[in-house]
T-cell receptor, first 109, second 114 residues
Framework: AQRVTQPEKLLSVFKGAPVELKCNYS??????LFWYVQYSRQRLQLLLR??SRESIKGFTADLNKGETSFHLKKPFAQEEDSAMYYC???????????FGTGTQLKVEL | DAGVTQSPTHLIKTRGQQVTLRCSPK?????VSWYQQALGQGPQFIFQ???????QRGNFPDRFSGHQFPNYSSELNVNALLLGDSALYLC?????????????FGEGSRLTVL
């Protein structure tokens, strides 16, 4: 069975500092990986997916199949980045996503 | 567009009772999925409905059942409630199968079982 691990429950950084939210997965095949974000008092929403290889709001994530990781990075944290971030994995084209437990990012001034 | 709407927002039940949660998908979406999110955990997939049929199911007992209506709205039913069923239940919608993996979530229904 597939599994997603986010080792940090809380990550606190200063504004302007680099951010790296860790995500590791276990699955022997070729999964699709996603980052979802939930800002305060907002709904859970998609931030980015590995297949599109985009930079969204300055965030990037590279799928490393050798290390089975999909870490989320941003070079300079902004106050508005404070949110709960969930890494998720999908196998097949349906809507079954396997989520990690989430990392609360707090950007301090 | 109101996006995904869920009702009720909060409800309290006692053990052994039954509950029905409702979801209307985002306009133009035809696929509805349900997730359970316990406190401090990520959402956990319950099942997905497309063309009024259950297409995928997570590791949940048969006490959890659902339905999708011709207008694409959906219901989640949970029978014989247990204390451990207390959680936030999220509905998510998307268009078509397969899809991009972008799910649009509702605000959830918070169920408390006493």
């Amino acid at each position: 069975a597939q599994r997603v691990t986010q080792p940090e429950k809380l990550l606190s950084v200063f504004k302007g500092a680099p951010v790296e939210l860790k995500c590791n997965y276990s699955y022997s095949g070729s999964p699709e990986l996603f980052w979802y974000v939930q800002y305060s008092r907002q709904r859970l929403q998609l931030l980015l997916r590995h297949i599109s290889r985009e930079s969204i709001k300055g965030f990037t994530a590279d799928l490393n199949k050798g290390e089975t990781s999909f870490h989320l990075k941003k070079p300079f944290a902004q106050e508005e980045d404070s949110a709960m971030y969930y890494c998720a994995l999908r196998v097949g084209g349906g809507n079954k996503l396997t989520f990690g437990t989430g990392t609360q990012l707090k950007v301090e001034l | 567009d109101a996006g995904v709407t869920q009702s009720p927002t909060h409800l309290i039940k006692t053990r052994g009772q039954q509950v029905t949660l409702r979801c209307s998908p985002k306009s133009g979406h035809d696929t509805v999925s349900w997730y359970q999110q316990a406190l401090g955990q990520g959402p956990q997939f319950i099942f997905q409905y497309y063309e009024e049929e259950e297409r995928q199911r997570g590791n949940f007992p048969d006490r959890f059942s659902g339905h999708q209506f011709p207008n694409y709205s959906s219901e989640l039913n949970v029978n014989a409630l247990l204390l451990g069923d207390s959680a936030l239940y999220l509905c998510a919608s998307s268009f078509g199968q397969p899809n991009t993996g972008e799910l649009f979530f509702g605000e959830g229904s918070r169920l408390t079982v006493l």
